[in-house]
C-alpha cells in the first residue's frame, strides 16, 4: 500500500491543473487506487474551488481600442474576395484565415495562473477550516468557564452563612453502618448528599427524602458507585416551608410509588437543626 504523503497534496494540485508529467501521474494513481481518503477529498474540493472560480469570474469589456481592431479584423475577412477557380470547378475547402496560436510562453502563464487560482482556493478554504476550529475552540473554553464557575459555587457551598452540615444515622429498622451526611443551605437550596456503604440489596434502592411540616417529599432515587460511596448535588431542594430532616428509605427498585410518602422503612435520618 502507497502511504499517504503531504506530496500527494501537490500532485492533485498538479492533475486538477492538467501540469502533472507521466511519472508524477503514475505514481498518483497508483496511490489513489490505495483509497487514500485525504487526497480524494482534496481533489474533490479541488476541483469544486476551481469550477467555482471559473464561473464566479466578472464579465469584463473589453477595451475599446481591442475591440475596434477585432471589428475591423473581422470587417476585412468580410470584404476579401472569394479565390477564383477554373470554371466549372469548386474548391472542395473552405478558406478561413490562419489563427494565431497559443506559445509556450502563453501556457505557462495561463498554468501559473491556473496554480495561484488553486492556491488561493486551498488557502481559502483552510483558512474557513481554521475558522471554525478558532470558534470551535471558542465555544469549549466558554463551556469551561462555565463549568469552572458551577464548581467554584458548590465548593463555596459550605462557607455559605446560613449553610447548615446534617449529619443522618442510621434508625432500628436500618443496618448500624450506614452514614450519611447532607450540606444544605436553605438561602440557595442546594444541598450536597454524601453517603459510605449505601448498597442496598437486590432488587431494592434507597430513595432520600426531605422532610417539612406538611411531611416528606421524594428528592429521588440515589444510585451508588460499586464500592456503595454517594455524592448527590441537589438545586431548588424544598419550596417555601423550611426543611426540617433529611431521610433515607430503603424501596423497590425505583423508588416509592407516592412521592410524598415512603413505602418501605426509613433506615437513615437527620435533623436539620442538629
Known amino acids: 500500500m502507497s502511504r499517504h504523503r503531504d506530496e500527494h497534496l501537490d500532485l492533485c494540485a498538479a492533475l486538477v491543473l492538467g501540469v502533472l508529467d507521466e511519472a508524477d501521474r ?76 497559443w506559445t509556450v510562453a502563453t501556457w505557462t502563464w495561463a498554468a501559473a495562473a491556473a496554480v495561484l487560482a488553486v492556491a488561493g482556493v486551498v488557502a481559502w478554504q483552510r483558512g474557513i477550516a481554521l475558522d471554525r476550529s478558532l470558534a470551535l475552540a471558542r465555544v469549549r473554553e466558554a463551556s469551561l468557564e462555565r463549568t469552572l464557575e458551577a464548581e467554584r459555587a458548590w465548593a463555596g457551598l459550605l462557607a455559605a452563612p446560613g449553610a447548615r452540615v446534617v449529619r443522618l444515622a442510621a434508625t432500628p429498622a436500618g443496618d448500624s453502618t450506614l452514614a450519611a451526611q447532607v450540606i444544605y443551605d436553605p438561602a440557595s437550596r442546594r444541598a450536597v448528599v454524601t453517603a459510605e456503604r449505601l448498597k442496598p440489596p437486590a432488587e431494592r434502592a434507597y430513595e432520600l427524602w426531605a422532610i417539612t411540616a406538611s411531611g416528606p417529599t ?39 410509588p407516592d412521592r410524598h410518602k415512603p413505602n418501605g422503612p426509613v433506615v437513615l435520618v437527620g435533623n436539620v437543626g442538629g
Open 26 to 101: 503514475a505514481e498518483l494513481e497508483s496511490h489513489l487506487a490505495t483509497g487514500c481518503d485525504v487526497c480524494l477529498a482534496e481533489l474533490r474540493a479541488l476541483s469544486a474551488g476551481v469550477t467555482a472560480l471559473a464561473i464566479s469570474a466578472p464579465a469584463l469589456r473589453a477595451p475599446t481600442a481591442v475591440r475596434e481592431r477585432v471589428l475591423a479584423a473581422v470587417a476585412g475577412e468580410h470584404r476579401e474576395p472569394p479565390a477564383q477557380h477554373p470554371e466549372g470547378t469548386h474548391s472542395p475547402v473552405l478558406s478561413l484565415p490562419e489563427r494565431p496560436r
Open 218 to 256: 421524594s428528592l429521588g432515587v440515589v444510585q451508588a458507585d460499586p464500592s456503595g460511596r454517594v455524592v448527590v448535588r441537589l438545586e431548588q431542594v424544598g419550596g417555601a416551608e423550611a426543611i426540617a430532616a433529611f431521610a433515607f428509605s430503603l424501596e423497590a427498585r425505583g423508588g416509592s
